[in-house]
């Protein structure tokens, strides 16, 4: 019996790539629904390209909702320097025929949730918390439900990419992570410590294209698009892949490591709004409240992503 998730996302270019990499391992992931959130782009463009990155899977039944347009406070901010299409990008995935499901994210997820037993569906969420933090407001009950909440979200001893102190995802709608950390929800978070050693270098891509099917061929142009888009950051060709490592770690957890730690969100300072204020020594005497993920083996987990993609269309 797969894994059974529903992936709440802002495609997004590393989104996309998550996507297909669940989509990819059917044996181990049965992907409930795709809820989309306002995040990288605004929602009317996040909700369409993960319809469009289940076709260019092959996989028009995945059912795809459209949640929160907006942070729950602050005003919408989206990355669309980064994650905005190209001309040439247009043509990497194609128009979606699928429908957008008529029912709203949040509910999808309570529903989901409620009728489901305890601990068997989990989450992982790709995009700022919003849509997670509304269903745990409108209904806290889905908290014990939840197996697993696994974020790409936050920074530890790596500090910030869209301020000094604050990741983007839990910058953009600090309140929402603060909702989501103090729910009473098992979270697992993968902060940006681990996503700037997952950096896809040129040999890496190169093997993802040389799989010669069409996902392949798309994976390894999106991770050049997303490569050129700051590539100076780290001094080389190779840029950092986010979102994959929450699919990654649900498929190979011993590709990981990390420590349970008490995390808090700052959502008063305008300096450091958004920061994951991590207690790695213990010194707070705060409850764990997060499984932090800070090691990775990014050879093993590129060899993961080329494997399964190999599987897709
Ligand atoms: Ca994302």
């Not at 909700?47 to 260019?56: G, T």
């Amino acid at each position: 019996m797969p894994r059974r998730i529903i992936i709440d996302t802002d495609p997004g270019l590393d989104d996309a790539v998550a996507i297909l990499l669940a989509l990819a391992a059917p044996g181990e992931l049965g992907v409930l629904g795709i809820v989309a959130v306002a995040g990288n782009l605004p929602l009317a463009q996040t909700e369409r390209n993960a319809r469009r990155v289940c076709e260019l899977a092959g996989r028009a039944d995945i059912p795809v909702y459209a949640g929160c347009a907006r942070p729950m406070l602050r005003p919408p901010a989206t990355a669309e320097h980064i994650h905005g299409e190209t001309e040439r990008d247009r043509l990497l995935l194609p128009e979606p025929t699928m429908p957008l499901q008529a029912l709203n994210g949040i509910d999808f997820l309570i529903e989901t949730l409620r009728a489901a037993e305890a601990g068997v569906v989990t989450l992982c969420a790709l995009g700022p918390l919003t849509n997670i933090a509304m269903a745990l407001v409108k209904a806290p009950d889905i908290a014990g439900k939840i197996g697993e909440l696994v974020i790409m979200g936050g920074a530890g001893f790596e500090l910030g990419n869209v301020t000094p102190a604050a990741e983007f995802n839990i910058h953009v709608d600090p309140h929402a992570a603060a909702i989501v950390a103090d729910g009473g929800v098992r979270i697992t978070m993968i902060p940006l410590d681990v996503t700037h050693q997952v950096l896809s270098t040129p040999p890496r891509i190169a093997a993802l294209r040389a799989l010669g099917n069409r996902c392949g061929a798309a994976v390894a142009e999106l991770l050049i698009s997303f490569e050129k888009n700051r590539s100076a950051r780290f001094g080389t060709r190779a840029r950092a892949l986010h979102d994959p490592s929450v699919i990654a770690y649900l498929l190979r957890p011993a590709l990981f490591g990390g420590r349970e730690v008490n995390v808090a969100i700052e959502t008063q300072s305008p300096l450091t709004l958004g920061m994951t204020v991590v207690d790695w020594w213990g010194i707070t005497g705060r409850k764990p409240n997060v499984q932090w993920m800070s090691t990775v083996d990014a050879d093993g987990f590129y060899d993961l992503l080329t494997e399964k993609l190999a599987r897709l269309p």
